[in-house]
């Protein structure tokens, strides 16, 4: 019986793959979004519309953009992180500043 075992670290493609997904996922929610506002504005103005309705729609729109900016934020982070390492330049050591001399006597 041969197993396969699961990478602990993805190899590039399959992040740059990830990135795409989350980039794709985040432009559907804004347009789910979009379709949503599109419903409510429609149902402006309709007496068989219930009154929940509008605000309703308008509540799952502004969740569907909080989504696509959190999925945004993700492929960025994504991508951020999965660049080569990159070191911190040193900071140098502070030098103690010289105080002045004091006319003790």
Do not use: F
Not at 7 to 13: F, L, R, S, Y
Not at 18 to 24: G, M
Not at 57 to 83: I, M
Request: glycine share 2%; with cysteine; net charge positive.
């Amino acid at each position: 019986m041969v197993s396969h075992s699961t990478p602990t670290h993805p190899i590039a493609a399959e992040l740059l793959d990830r990135i795409a997904q989350l980039r794709t996922d985040a432009d559907l929610m804004d347009d789910y979004a979009r379709r949503l506002l599109a419903t409510a504005a429609a149902l402006s103005g309709r007496v068989a519309a219930p009154e929940w309705s509008r605000p309703t729609l308008a509540r799952q729109a502004a969740a569907c953009r909080t989504t696509a900016r959190q999925l945004r934020l993700a492929a960025e982070t994504l991508l951020s992180q999965s660049g080569p390492r990159r070191s911190r330049p040193r900071r140098r050591p502070a030098v103690p500043a010289a105080l002045p001399p004091t006319d003790r006597t």
